[in-house]
């Protein structure tokens, strides 16, 4: 099994332009987690999917949106990406009470 | 939502010293997690705790939940150069989501 994968690993955008994160797990977990970390602020959670279909917000959800069309899929969008979306961003998928994190993307919004 | 600290924010140890991290809880803890993270990986899963005055060890690792439920804290002994890295704490708050602390981030001297 590969997990959790995450792409890309690193992205650098120009302020205003527009990308897509993707998450993807082979574990069939229901649960999956966008989160985004960022130095001495822990791991902040963005949005969340209880299930292919449904997702919903998390603590810092402005400035994101998310699908999850398949349940082996989540996808984070930036619309329209500011200098203050540069961070480190997990995605985390979970049956019961463990998650299980992917690798990150590290984005850099100039 | 359920707030996490930790303390310390780092620490620097000699190499085969013992440490201890710290995570205190603004509510009652229904589930805590310890997660370590390498430099620019993901999160790997340590241990979970659940019930009040729980303690597990894995290899040099322990972890212990007061009886309270309100603070957990996670004691390396003997600490080695793969004990570097970041820990974190994440609170089960009863919904489908984790809350979590800031970090520790660990650095073990040769």
């Known amino acids: 099994n590969a997990g959790v994968t995450q792409t890309p690993k690193f992205r650098v955008l120009k302020t205003g332009q527009s990308m897509t994160l993707l998450c993807a797990q082979d574990?069939?977990?229901?649960?999956m987690y966008w989160y985004r970390q960022d130095p001495g602020m822990g791991l902040r959670l963005i949005h969340y999917?209880?299930?292919?279909?449904?997702?919903a917000k998390g603590e810092v959800p402005d400035g994101y949106n998310v699908s999850r069309l398949k349940k082996q899929n989540f996808l984070l969008g930036l619309e329209s990406a500011a200098p203050s979306q540069t961070s480190v961003y997990f995605c985390?998928?979970?049956?019961?009470?463990?998650?299980?994190f992917g690798p990150g993307t590290r984005l850099t919004v100039l | 939502s359920q707030e996490l600290e930790q303390s310390p924010q780092s620490l620097i140890v000699q190499e085969g010293k013992n440490l201890t991290i710290n995570c205190t809880s603004s509510k009652t803890l229904y589930g805590l997690y310890w997660y370590k993270q390498k430099y620019g990986e993901g999160l790997i899963f340590l241990m979970m705790?659940?019930?009040?005055?729980e303690e597990k060890s894995h290899e040099k690792i322990t972890a212990k939940l007061d009886e309270k439920k309100q603070q957990s804290s996670l004691h390396i002994t003997a600490s080695q150069p793969s004990h570097a890295g970041i820990y974190l704490c994440?609170?089960?708050?009863?919904?489908?989501?984790?809350?979590f602390g800031a970090g520790t981030t660990v650095t073990v001297r040769a």
């Open positions: 999917s209880v299930g292919e279909g449904t997702t």
């Open positions: 705790l659940q019930k009040g005055g």
């Open positions: 994440g609170a089960d708050s009863l919904t489908d989501k984790l809350s």
């Open positions: 574990m069939n977990h229901e649960y």
């Open positions: 985390a998928s979970s049956f019961g009470n463990e998650q299980f």
